[in-house]
C-alpha cells in the first residue's frame, strides 16, 4: 500500500478531533469558568517491512485536556458572585462528590443554602455546606473566604488547590474532577476570594478562530494528498490493466 494513504488518513482522524475541541470552546467563550479543551498529539513510527521500506511516521488521535490558564474578571458588585484570585478552586457538592469550579456565581436558596446556579451547594474547606440567613441582609465574603452577615461570621468558602499532575474531566459546563485528590488552600497570600467579580471563559477567542482556518487548511491538504493518491492508483492500474 502507497504511504502516503495511511498518512493522510491518520492526519485526517487527528484534525477531525482537534475541529471537535475548537468548536466546543468557541461554543462556550462566554460561559463563566469554562476551561478550554487542548489536544496534544504523538507521532507513532510504524516500522517497515524488513525489505527495505522506510518507517512510516503517523499522527496519533490525540490525548485531550482541559487548560487550568485563568479567564479575564468581570466586577459585577453583586455580593454572591466570586472569582479566585491566584491557582485555586471553588467546591460544590456534586451527584458523586465534590466537583471543582472557576465559576463563582452563587445564590442562597429557601432553606438558606449557599448554591451554584445550577443549585450544587458550596462547600468550605472541609466539605461541609455553607448555610447562610436568606433574610439575613447584605453578605460580606473576605479574601480567606470567611462569610459575614449582619455582623455574623457563618463560615467560609472553601477553596481548593489541584495537583498539576491531575487529569481533569468535565462536569456540566465549568466543573471539573480530578483523578488526584484536592486539597484546601491555605495560603491566602497566593490565592483568594475577590467578591463582586466572576472569572469569565479563558477561550481566547482570536487564537482559536485562527487555529481553525489553520486546521481547514490542513484538512484540504490531507484530502488533496488522498485525491492524488488515488489518481495515481488508478492510473497504475489502467496502465498495467493495458499492458500486454
Known amino acids: 500500500m502507497e504511504a502516503s494513504l495511511p498518512v493522510a488518513l491518520s492526519a485526517q482522524l487527528a484534525l477531525e478531533r482537534r475541529l471537535d475541541t475548537l468548536a466546543h470552546n468557541l461554543a462556550n467563550v462566554r460561559t463563566a469558568g469554562f476551561r478550554s479543551e487542548e489536544v496534544k498529539f504523538d507521532e507513532m513510527i510504524k516500522k517497515g517491512d524488513g525489505f527495505g521500506a522506510e518507517p512510516i511516521s503517523l499522527a496519533s488521535e490525540g490525548a485531550s485536556f482541559l487548560s487550568t490558564r485563568n479567564g479575564e474578571l468581570t466586577q459585577t458588585g453583586n455580593p454572591?458572585?466570586?472569582?479566585?484570585?491566584?491557582?485555586?478552586?471553588?467546591?460544590?457538592?456534586?451527584?458523586?462528590?465534590?466537583?471543582?469550579?472557576?465559576?463563582?456565581?452563587?445564590?442562597?436558596?429557601?432553606?438558606?443554602?449557599?448554591?451554584t446556579l445550577t443549585g450544587y451547594p458550596l462547600v468550605d474547606a472541609g466539605?461541609?455546606?455553607?448555610?447562610?440567613?436568606?433574610?439575613?441582609?447584605?453578605?460580606?465574603?473576605?479574601?480567606?473566604?470567611?462569610?459575614?452577615?449582619?455582623?455574623?461570621?457563618?463560615?467560609?468558602v472553601g477553596l481548593f488547590t489541584i495537583p498539576a499532575t491531575a487529569k481533569l474531566s468535565r462536569f456540566d459546563t465549568s466543573g471539573?474532577?480530578?483523578?488526584?485528590?484536592?486539597?484546601?488552600?491555605l495560603d491566602f497570600s497566593q490565592a483568594g476570594v475577590m467578591q463582586g467579580f466572576v472569572e469569565g471563559s479563558n477561550v481566547n477567542p482570536i487564537l482559536e478562530m485562527t487555529r481553525l482556518i489553520e486546521l481547514q487548511r490542513a484538512f484540504e491538504s490531507a484530502a488533496n494528498m488522498i485525491q492524488s493518491n488515488e489518481r495515481s492508483l488508478g492510473d497504475a492500474i489502467q496502465t498495467l490493466g493495458g499492458a500486454k
Open 127 to 156: 466539605g461541609a455546606q455553607i448555610q447562610l440567613d436568606p433574610n439575613g441582609g447584605t453578605v460580606t465574603i473576605a479574601r480567606d473566604g470567611m462569610i459575614t452577615q449582619a455582623g455574623r461570621q457563618l463560615g467560609a
Open 80 to 115: 454572591l458572585d466570586m472569582a479566585v484570585s491566584g491557582d485555586a478552586w471553588f467546591g460544590f457538592q456534586g451527584p458523586n462528590g465534590v466537583v471543582y469550579t472557576r465559576d463563582g456565581r452563587m445564590r442562597i436558596n429557601e432553606a438558606g443554602t449557599m448554591e
Open 176 to 185: 471539573v474532577i480530578p483523578d488526584q485528590a484536592a486539597q484546601p488552600a
